[in-house]
């Protein structure tokens, strides 16, 4: 039992630091007319925060199966 609770409260702080990661300021901070890989900077921080949402949520999904 111990382990499915940690598990949910691991996916609830997977849902929080997305939350903060979509939010409106920290965007804002890379929408500029810089290019990475020749991909606008917005869109390369974007795939870049999905990619932390999901490796977080696999994280703790990961530890409920042991």
Same mark, same amino acid.
């Given at each position: /039992?111990?382990?499915? $609770?940690?598990?949910?409260?691991?996916?609830?702080?997977? +849902?929080? $630091?997305?939350?903060?990661?979509?939010?409106?300021?920290?965007?804002?901070? +890379?929408?500029?007319?810089?290019? &990475? =890989?020749?991909?606008?900077? &917005? !869109?390369?921080?974007? =795939? +870049?925060?999905? *990619? &932390?949402?999901?490796?977080? /949520? *696999?994280?703790?999904?990961?530890?409920? !199966?042991?």
């Amino acid at each position: /039992m111990h382990r499915r $609770v940690l598990a949910g409260d691991r996916l609830i702080a997977a +849902f929080l $630091v997305g939350c903060v990661l979509f939010n409106y300021p920290l965007l804002s901070l +890379f929408d500029r007319p810089t290019e &990475v =890989f020749e991909i606008p900077l &917005v !869109f390369a921080y974007v =795939f +870049f925060a999905w *990619a &932390v949402v999901i490796a977080l /949520m *696999a994280w703790a999904i990961e530890g409920r !199966f042991r």
